[in-house]
């Protein structure tokens, strides 16, 4: 036997295995083809980028920490959460009950209470969250905790450095905890700055070339702020000067991007996704005490909305964010308002804003005019046409880019927080959304919405099924790998 014919024995071997492997660990049947057909026409780029990308991890020995973690505290908060629900539920305005099975999965899969007396602040892109951001932070008494997916050593990062570390100086325990991967550049800059300080510093998860091909693909994309157990801020806007339409640099893109402030009960269970987190990857658990989570009786009474927690991540038993959203869809009865810039729907998302559409539900989406990622591009385009086939309204945000991530349901319900509506946000990455069940803040994002339209182009349908056959191809192509971006 030629040295040529053991060398193909063997890579047919370790093809097989890796096929193998591949259909027994893939839960998603469509990502399973996308891995299978990149394994078997691409090879060796197709097997080295599942063994980097597309291992599930999900129930495996690197998450049982943090499971146990997650569990024991859901444990202590569980007796208060569902008494304060039921409390909640049945003294609850109409939208709620128009949402009952919503809430009642929320709480049932996730253990996220309905709280009651929350006032929730809406802050349209950087210039308004971060000055909102740095109020708060300076007024903080005993403890200020931040976890972001993005932090920048740039101008306004150091602007919440300076602040961060006066507090600390102050007396605050400052606990701050960033993704790895998307705050890779401040790992010898900010950070040490941060530890020399006394302020505690740690990644979610520690990427190195030895753990890399077990930990690139989870990020942790949350963007939460929790301050005294009382106030918290949540959304799509990281820490980093791209966010902020002052800078008068010209090359600067306006960026679109929501962001919320909450104060009121729906903070404490923020500060226990926080918990959940920190226990996980700090050297030192942090254990809930009065401080951390402040009797209800005194935290004022500043609002009157009603707002729920949406959180999933790969220790998840269950995608808790896309349930939450599509059995919003299927309650809708008129309107569905998407602001999203990455659109990539599992078939069961794509299916229900179809059959919404189809039921005589106006369906409207924005999306970016163009993304970071012209191949991201391909594959969000690649479903336009089932979308407008059946009525649903596509339009281009031509101002800047749309970084948005909200959704309104019949100006009632209002969905606002990290996660992108796109298999990763969804099935890979820990996310969180807020859930608004008030229609006075449903109609002010509603109403932002309808100015976003204002800057953007629709696409028109039959204009759209003029594209070239080769552009098509293309666009399926890339749609085949959507699962793997």
């Known amino acids: 036997m030629s040295l040529l014919h053991i060398l193909e024995i063997i890579y047919l071997l370790i093809l097989s295995i890796v096929c193998i492997r591949i259909i027994y660990d893939t839960r998603n049947n469509t990502k399973t083809l996308a891995y299978l057909l990149f394994a078997i026409f691409a090879p060796f780029i197709g097997m080295a980028f599942y063994f980097l990308f597309g291992i599930n991890y999900r129930n495996r020995k690197m998450y049982s920490k943090k499971l146990i973690n997650n569990h024991a505290l859901a444990t202590k908060l569980k007796g208060y959460i569902h008494k ?152 799509g806007i990281n820490i980093s000067d791209r966010y902020v339409n002052t800078t008068q640099r010209a090359d600067k893109v306006f960026w679109r991007d929501t962001h919320l402030r909450l104060d009121g009960p729906a903070v404490q269970y923020l500060q226990y996704l926080f918990l959940c987190d920190w226990n996980f990857c700090a050297d030192v658990p942090l254990e809930p005490d009065n401080l951390l989570f402040p009797p209800l009786s005194s935290i004022p009474k500043l609002g009157s909305k009603i707002v729920q927690i949406a959180a999933s991540g790969p220790d998840s038993e269950t995608p808790v964010i896309l349930y939450s959203i599509l059995q919003a869809i299927n309650l809708a009865s008129q309107e569905i308002l998407i602001s999203t810039p990455y659109f990539i729907p599992n078939e069961s998302l794509l299916d229900a804003l179809r ?39 596509i339009y281009r945000y031509q101002k800047g880019f749309m970084h948005a991530k909200t959704i309104v349901f019949d100006c009632q319900l209002a969905m606002v927080g990290t996660s992108n509506m796109d298999i990763r946000s969804f099935d890979l990455n820990f996310e969180v959304n807020a859930i608004v069940y008030d229609r006075e803040f449903a109609k002010k994002l509603h109403d932002t919405f309808y100015r976003d339209l204002n800057d953007s182009v629709k696409v028109d349908a039959l204009e759209w099924e003029k594209r070239t056959a080769v552009r098509k191809l293309t666009e399926k192509a890339f749609r085949l790998i959507s699962p793997l971006l």
């Open 84 to 235: 304060y629900s039921l409390e909640t539920y049945n003294q609850s305005v109409a939208t709620v009950k128009n949402y009952k099975e919503l809430a009642n999965m929320l709480l049932t899969e996730s253990t996220s209470p309905l709280t009651a007396d929350n006032e929730v602040a809406l802050l349209l892109n950087g210039e308004h969250k971060f000055p909102e951001l740095i109020r708060a932070l300076k007024a903080a008494k005993h403890h200020i905790h931040i976890e972001y997916y993005i932090v920048e050593d740039d101008e306004t990062g150091r602007e919440i450095e300076s602040v961060l570390i006066k507090k600390a100086q102050e007396g605050v325990h400052v606990r701050f905890i960033y993704d790895d991967y998307g705050s890779r550049s401040i790992r010898k800059t900010l950070v040490p700055r941060l530890k020399k300080a006394g302020i505690r510093a740690f990644p979610f998860f520690k990427i190195r070339f030895i753990t890399l091909a077990n930990r690139l693909n989870y990020r942790n994309h949350r963007k939460i702020v929790v301050i005294d157990g009382r106030t918290a801020f949540l959304g």
């Open 355 to 393: 059959i919404a559409s189809l039921g005589g539900v106006k369906v409207k989406i924005i999306l970016p005019l163009k993304s970071d990622s012209s191949i991201v591009d391909l594959a969000v385009q690649s479903y336009y046409s089932e979308l407008l086939s059946v009525g649903v309204e």
